[in-house]
C-alpha cells in the first residue's frame, strides 16, 4: 500500500507559479510510477504529467512546455512546477503512483493509488 500526501497549493495570479510536492509512504519512489491529475468543479479528472522510473514524462497538451514533473527518489518527493498559470489551470490537483511497470500514462485507470489533493486557484 502506497499512501500520498500532496501540498504546496494555494492561491495565485495570472502568469504566476507554484510548486506542488508529494510525498509518498515508501521506501524509495525508484520503482513507482508517479502522475499528477486534476479537476476542477463540474469537470472529469484528467491527467496533466507522469514520470516512468527510467525518466519517461508526459504531458497533457493544455500544460506542455509550463509545467514541469520531477521527483527526488532519495526524499520520496514528486514535483510538480506550474509556470504561467492559467485561470483554466484552476482545480484540485492530485498526485496518483502505480508500483508495477507501465509506459507512460495519463489515464486515471492505470493508477491504483491516490493522495487526497491540494488546492490550486489562478486569478486573474
Known amino acids: 500500500q502506497v499512501q500520498l500526501v500532496e501540498s504546496g497549493g494555494g492561491s495565485v495570479q495570472a502568469g504566476g507559479s507554484l510548486r506542488l510536492s508529494c510525498t509518498a509512504s515508501?521506501?524509495?519512489?525508484?520503482?513507482?510510477?508517479m502522475a499528477w491529475f486534476r479537476q476542477a468543479p463540474g469537470k472529469e479528472r484528467e491527467g496533466v504529467a507522469t514520470h516512468t522510473p527510467s525518466g519517461r514524462t508526459a504531458y497533457a497538451d493544455s500544460v506542455k512546455g509550463r509545467f514541469i514533473i520531477s521527483r527526488d527518489n532519495a526524499n520520496n518527493v514528486l514535483y510538480l512546477q506550474m509556470n504561467s498559470l492559467q485561470p483554466e489551470d484552476t482545480a484540485m490537483y492530485y498526485c496518483?503512483?502505480?508500483?508495477?511497470?507501465?509506459?507512460?500514462?495519463?489515464?486515471?485507470?492505470?493508477?491504483?493509488?491516490w493522495g487526497q489533493g491540494t488546492q490550486v486557484a489562478v486569478f486573474s
Open positions: 496518483a503512483a502505480n508500483d508495477r511497470w507501465m509506459n507512460p500514462s495519463l489515464l486515471r485507470t492505470r493508477y491504483p493509488y
Open positions: 515508501i521506501g524509495t519512489l525508484s520503482p513507482l510510477t
